[in-house]
């Protein structure tokens, strides 16, 4: 699997583009910059097969307007949760992210344990809410990689003191994150790639229950 990593955006998100030797590539959380991504996606001539979104923050998805159009939009994928709040009022963030005013036409639910096959690539689905009540991580089995979202940073965790934040929710999510093989490669939404020994190894909230 090709992993490419575009930094978008005020707040430093992490998008992904992920292809899996064939023309259809997978965008997690295209926060901003719509257009860099769509070039991005171009100059290695690749198809956009599917959005997924590791939560409803505005950050993280203020790039889907840019990067949907076209006859047939590709499809999205967030958890119901926090697809609730995402595209209101709610989740503009001062000048830096107005938010989208209506989810997409093509938005698919994701929930717990759920198998996606999308673009040549299977991922798991596994429901981490803390960071928000909706958050999900995908984990790729091969080559065991798992896009950790706001959930999971080198040597930290997402903050719970936003809106539907829960710090002891954040930890029992850490604890099923830890079931996961140790060499598992672990890409944030924000800052550098980890793996799951290391953070296992130095991160405190492992040791310690967030919140």
Sequence with gaps: MIIETL??????????????????????DPGHEAERIRAQLHSRGWDLAAVLLTHGHADHLCGLGGLLGGARPPPVYLHAQDARWAFSERNRIALDYEGLAA?????????????????????????????????????????????????????TVGRTDLPGGDGRMLAASLRQLARLPDATRV?????????????????FFFRTPAG
């Design 7 to 28: 930094v978008v955006g005020a707040y430093e998100v992490n998008c992904y583009l992920l292809n899996g030797g064939e023309r259809a590539a997978l965008a997690i």
């Design 103 to 155: 989810p997409p036409a093509t938005l698919q639910p994701v929930t717990d344990g759920q198998t996606l096959e999308l673009g040549g690539l299977t991922c798991r689905v596994i429901a981490t809410p803390g960071h928000s009540p909706g958050g999900v991580c995908y984990y790729f089995p091969e080559p065991s990689a798992l896009f950790s979202g706001d959930t999971l940073f080198q040597g």
């Design 187 to 203: 890409y944030p939404g924000h800052g550098p790639a980890t793996t799951l020994a290391e953070e296992k190894r130095s991160n």
